[in-house]
């Protein structure tokens, strides 16, 4: 499992980290939005000695892509990258993808430092190594499992992100306690606005409780081989539908996470793993964040045959991550297309 540095003020440690020049170049491979935190850390690298490379790009869903990671390659081999060189990724959850898989797949792979800078990419996806980049029949259906040596988690770069991608984050957060952790959940309900707002000391201790659940479900199960790792997935068969379906005004990944669980969570009543009364006490909480509505001009009926290329699906129907209890969840097999349909009217879509 990667080493984990959560500090405020952590990215003037990057080179710590890197450890001492070997004469390879390091190369920083960050979000461009980030320019001023990429300075910093060019020039807190150079001062040690390091021989550096900054290559800066747009951080969206389409960098990750086959596409655009190709003249990335081209970047590195140019600026004689080798073996023994290593990679500084910055950025969210795109940067960490997708600058993840070049790092695997750069001759072979490389060393990989990962410096998230969002709330989300903090307490979930720098984390657990799913490295890779989308295919136009689906979200991360081209990849490798391969953990970043390193993760530098700094709350201070999360200053300057914008307030969708905050409940982004929140939305992953309140996934680890739906999934794992009641007391979280609880504290959630009363406290969320303290973590749009970052305010500290929660904020920092929240992203380590996340991480911890998270580090804790990915080392019983690295490969997603034994079904543990799938309660992670809590409202992502939904979500990656609903990012899939393009043109119902594009939802942040933890926006679309939120409409997830709420569609996975009245499945887990329809099913009646889960009582009535907590569904809908949750649903109510979900339904509450401030989402951008425009998911609901969805048809259902779109969402769910999105669902077709979902990694999870079995010849039975699809496979759905349900909570038996606030902090637990249970596997169902076989959601039929008719089920999906009528939660997701039930959540609001066409
Ligand atoms: N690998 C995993 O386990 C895993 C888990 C969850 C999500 N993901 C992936 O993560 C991606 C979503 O992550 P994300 O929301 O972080 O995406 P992102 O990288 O696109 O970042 C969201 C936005 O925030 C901006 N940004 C980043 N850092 C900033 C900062 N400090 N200040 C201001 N703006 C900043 C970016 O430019 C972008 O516009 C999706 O592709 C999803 O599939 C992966
Ligand atoms: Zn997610």
Same mark, same amino acid.
């Given at each position: 499992m990667s080493k984990l540095v959560i500090a405020s003020? $952590? +990215?003037?440690?990057v080179p710590l980290v890197v450890?001492?020049?070997?004469?390879s170049p390091v190369a920083i491979v960050g979000d461009r939005r980030l320019r001023p935190a990429l300075d910093r850390l060019e020039r807190a690298l150079a001062a040690r000695g390091f021989r550096t490379t900054t290559v800066t790009v747009r951080a969206?869903?389409?960098?990750?892509s086959l596409s655009a990671l190709e003249p990335l390659y081209g970047k590195l081999l140019r600026a004689g990258l080798d073996r023994r060189s290593t990679i500084v990724g910055v950025g969210g959850g795109t940067i960490g993808d997708a600058v993840g898989f070049l790092a695997a797949t750069y001759l072979r792979g490389v060393r990989f430092v990962s410096v998230p800078t969002t709330l989300l990419a903090d307490v979930d996806? $720098? +984390?657990?190594?799913?490295t890779g980049v989308n295919h136009e029949l689906g979200k991360n259906l081209i990849g490798v499992f391969s953990q970043p040596e390193t993760i530098v988690v700094d709350p201070?770069?999360?200053? &300057?992100?914008d307030a969708r991608d905050r409940i982004s984050g929140l939305g992953e957060i309140v996934k680890y306690g739906l999934i794992a952790d009641p007391a979280l959940y609880r504290s959630l309900r009363e406290r969320w606005r303290e973590l749009v707002e970052l305010r500290e000391p929660y904020t920092s201790k929240t992203i380590r409780r996340c991480l911890a659940i998270k580090a804790r479900i990915v080392a019983a199960d690295e490969r997603e081989l &034994?079904?543990?790792?799938?309660? +992670?997935?809590?409202?992502?068969t939904v979500a990656h539908a609903l990012e899939a379906v $393009?043109?119902?005004?594009t939802l942040r990944h933890g926006e679309a996470v939120i409409v997830g669980m709420r569609a996975a969570t009245r499945l887990s009543a329809l099913r009646g793993t889960l009582s009535a009364g907590a569904a809908a006490e949750i649903d109510a909480f979900l339904g509450a964040l401030?989402?951008?509505?425009?998911?609901?001009? $969805?048809?259902a009926s779109a969402v769910a045959a999105a &669902?077709?290329?979902?990694?999870?699906? &079995?010849a039975k129907g699809l496979r759905f991550v349900l +909570?038996?209890?606030?902090g637990h969840t249970v596997r169902a097999d076989g959601v039929s297309t008719e089920e999906l349909v009528h939660v997701l009217r039930e959540v609001g879509f066409r």
């Open positions: 003020g $952590a +990215l003037g440690r450890g001492r020049p070997n004469g969206n869903e389409a960098l990750k996806s $720098a +984390l657990g190594g799913k201070a770069l999360l200053r &300057t992100l &034994t079904g543990l790792r799938e309660q +992670l997935n809590f409202g992502h $393009a043109g119902f005004g401030p989402v951008p509505p425009k998911w609901r001009r $969805a048809p &669902t077709r290329h979902d990694k999870k699906r &079995t +909570l038996d209890r606030i």
